[in-house]
Nanobody
Framework: QVQLVESGGGLVQAGGSLRVSCAAS????????MGWFRQAPGKEREFVAA????????YYADSVKGRFTMSRDNTKSTVYLQMNNLKPEDTAVYYC??????????????????WGQGTQVTVSS
């Protein structure tokens, strides 16, 4: 079992930047996948980005490609999501999650085993 704690959300103007973090309560080892998802009011949770822990391979939703960058710090078992050129449509609660037995596509939320509590990101126009 692992606990995930997100931080770093907040309010930013359109075109601005923000970095959110997700720290795991224990060391992350192996070929796990950690992902970022987001959920806006009245909408379904959607995939944002993911990273394969062992290789560092990253995946992005088309809507954030070129603007968001996901990275990891092995020593801290922490992942980051650097968000640049933010748009009002990026407003959502951002969740991180971990898949301990990745076998399917990283974009599917039901593949993930543990989730954080979420952090609010609000982009004003």
């Amino acid at each position: 079992q692992v606990q995930l704690v997100e931080s770093g959300g907040g309010l930013v103007q359109a075109g601005g930047s923000l970095r959110v973090s997700c720290a795991a309560s224990r060391r992350i080892l192996g070929n796990y996948v950690m992902g970022w998802f987001r959920q806006a009011p009245g909408k379904e949770r959607e995939f944002v980005a993911a990273i394969r822990w062992s290789s560092g391979t990253t995946y992005y939703a088309d809507s954030v490609k070129g603007r968001f960058t996901m990275s990891r710090d092995n020593t801290k078992s922490t992942v980051y999501l650097q968000m640049n050129n933010l748009k009002p449509e990026d407003t959502a609660v951002y969740y991180c999650a971990v898949d301990f037995a990745p076998s399917g596509t990283v974009e599917r939320s039901y593949n993930y085993d543990y989730w954080g509590q979420g952090t609010q990101v609000t982009v004003s126009s």
